[in-house]
């Protein structure tokens, strides 16, 4: 129950903070591109590297931190860059294969719910 109350804990000011950066640079923006959103992804896998990094290189942080920080914080500020983690991860391990994969197909995937999604709707 305490891992839920971190990561819940995480989740709302990652959530919070990504309206706000990504409304504030969206407003900024001149075309219809989605800059906020992509900007949000940008910072968020930069902060994940960040944080696998300390513990990488023996800088020690508690469990609960990290949980706070990875899981909680950058899960609600954007779960991008958990998928670019994993996706990291498995090329570190040398299942490239995997990993293009696992791009490819939640890409692909995501787009495909995302329609069948609409189409749900429009038929109720």
């Known amino acids: 129950m305490k891992e839920v109350l971190i990561v819940s ?3 709302f000011f990652g959530g919070g903070l990504r309206y706000c950066i990504s ?6 923006s ?3 591109f989605p800059f906020g959103t992509m900007t949000v992804n940008i910072l968020g896998c930069l902060l994940i ?11 020690s942080i508690s469990p609960a931190l990290k949980l706070l920080l990875t899981v909680g914080f950058c899960g609600g500020f954007t779960t991008f860059s958990t998928f ?7 090329l570190r ?5 995997m990993m293009a994969l696992y791009v490819g197909g939640s890409v692909a995937l995501g787009l495909l719910a995302v329609f ?3 189409q749900i709707i429009k038929l109720i």
């Open 9 to 11: 804990i995480g989740s």
């Open 23 to 28: 409304k504030m640079v969206q407003s900024c």
């Open 116 to 118: 069948a999604g609409l």
């Open 93 to 97: 391990a040398d299942s490239a294969a």
């Open 49 to 59: 590297g960040m944080v696998y990094g300390l513990t990488e290189n023996n800088i």
């Open 30 to 32: 001149l075309i219809a």
């Open 84 to 90: 670019m983690n994993e996706s990291l991860s498995l």
